[in-house]
């Protein structure tokens, strides 16, 4: 695998139901992100971690919980979700917190 | 708070038809203005960093410029492949804030 990987790509839940989304990346990189894309937004900054430590949550609701257990990996559990957190879920990936950052494919996320 | 514009929302070409995509900004401390790719379906692709006024990027047929207030994506005769949503963002001190792109589609 290289660059940015995210699983699942596609996730339709229930607003009772949990589940988690994946993201690793290959690029030995010290920041990792959590984006959410709406249809014709701007993406929207959701956690950002440096060196495994959160340094930005955008006021991001609770039903959103990120975990960082290494570098490498980045998780986004999600609980009790409503039908307007369906969007696209992007992770991405960087040297540092202000150097380019690398993108995921996404995951499809529908709540219904 | 830092904003980002991109205009026009949408923009047809015809095949060889070169145009320029516009990214109007405001921030307090620029530290870099990026440009990406998105291809439906898929995760933006990196293209260029600027950092300064008067620096300028190129790759194949796209080139980059950068003011104190703007950035152009200038596209010299697209193809096909290059139909796309192009996406700028500015990073500040803390963190990197996106416009909410351009579609460019180009027709044979």
């Known amino acids: 695998e290289t660059g940015v990987t995210q699983t699942p790509r596609h996730l339709v839940m229930g607003m009772t139901n949990k589940k988690s989304l994946k993201c690793e990346q290959h690029?030995?990189?010290?920041?990792m992100y959590w984006y959410k894309q709406s249809a014709k937004k701007p993406l929207e900054l959701m956690f950002v971690y440096s060196l495994e430590e959160r340094v930005e949550n955008n006021s991001v609701p609770s039903r959103f919980s990120p975990e960082c257990p290494n570098s490498s990996h980045l998780f986004l559990h999600l609980h009790t979700l409503q039908p307007e957190d369906s969007a696209l879920y992007l992770c991405?990936?960087?040297?540092?917190?202000?150097?380019?950052?690398?993108f995921g494919p996404g995951t499809r996320l529908t709540v219904t | 708070e830092d904003q980002v514009t991109q205009s026009p929302e949408a923009l047809r070409l015809q095949e060889g038809e070169s145009s320029s995509l516009n990214c109007s900004y405001t921030v307090s401390g620029l530290r870099g203005l990026f440009w990406y790719r998105q291809d439906p379906g898929k995760g933006p692709e990196f293209l260029f960093t600027?950092?300064?006024a008067g620096e300028e990027k190129e790759k194949e047929r796209l080139k980059a410029t950068l003011t104190k207030k703007e950035s152009f994506l200038h596209i010299t005769a697209p193809k096909p492949e290059d139909s796309a949503t192009y996406l700028c963002a500015v990073q500040d001190d803390y963190k990197l804030s996106f416009g909410a792109g351009t579609t460019v589609t180009v027709r044979a």
């Open positions: 991405a990936s960087s040297q540092d917190p202000l150097t380019e950052q690398y």
């Open positions: 600027l950092y300064s």
């Open positions: 690029l030995g990189h010290n920041a």
